[in-house]
């Protein structure tokens, strides 16, 4: 992974394995970044949320499958499937019990936009984004819930996103894939 260069007149770029990032390409706008990212096929960049933050993502190009969930996904048995020692398998429980015990503080938070979303469980909302669905308009991620994308084709995709906030680097919180426990399909199509 490289890290993210400064573009002429303002903005980043970055390039790692997963695909090119290109980001507040327009500085000038006062409230947020719009940012455009080239995702490689069978690439995956999952999970991570932001507290001050929400997005709007739309493809223009391609297919991607975005996740979006609230918490983890509680089911104690889903681990053994992977073969981990029951020591780490102890440990991530824990960890998503935590996970769920801080999504219902921040649900009682947030109000309206989070309300649909059980307080008790996890759930996982599977949106398949494309150039075909781009007229209905971008999909809304409030802040506070989990998100990532998956590209299941064989062909590059192109993400435009707008956050509401100039990037800020403090406001992303990553959870591991283990632990976040929603299974999604990892090979091209």
């Not at 995709?157 to 919180?173: F, S, V």
Request: charged share 30%; glycine share 8%.
């Amino acid at each position: 992974m490289t890290e993210a260069t400064d573009m002429n007149y303002g903005g980043r770029f970055h390039m790692d394995d997963r695909g090119v990032r290109y980001c507040d390409i327009f500085p000038e706008i006062g409230k947020g970044d719009i940012n455009v990212s080239i995702i490689e096929a069978g690439a995956c960049a999952m999970w991570h949320r932001h507290m001050k933050q929400d997005d709007y993502q739309i493809v223009i190009k391609g297919s991607l499958k975005v996740g979006v969930c609230n918490a983890p996904y509680m089911d104690r048995n889903d681990l053994e499937h992977f073969g981990l020692p029951e020591d780490q398998a102890t440990l991530c429980y824990e960890q998503r019990e935590e996970l769920l015990e801080n999504w219902k503080e921040l649900r009682k938070a947030a109000g309206k936009d989070l309300e649909h979303w059980p307080e008790d469980t996890g759930v996982v909302s599977w949106n398949y984004l494309s150039e075909k669905n781009a007229c209905t308009g971008p999909l809304f991620i409030p802040r506070y819930l989990w998100h990532g994308c998956y590209n299941y084709t064989n062909e590059p995709a192109i993400l435009i996103y707008h956050i509401t906030n100039k990037y800020d680097g403090e406001d992303e919180d990553r959870l591991d894939p283990f632990i976040a426990g929603w299974p999604y399909e990892r090979q091209a199509k």
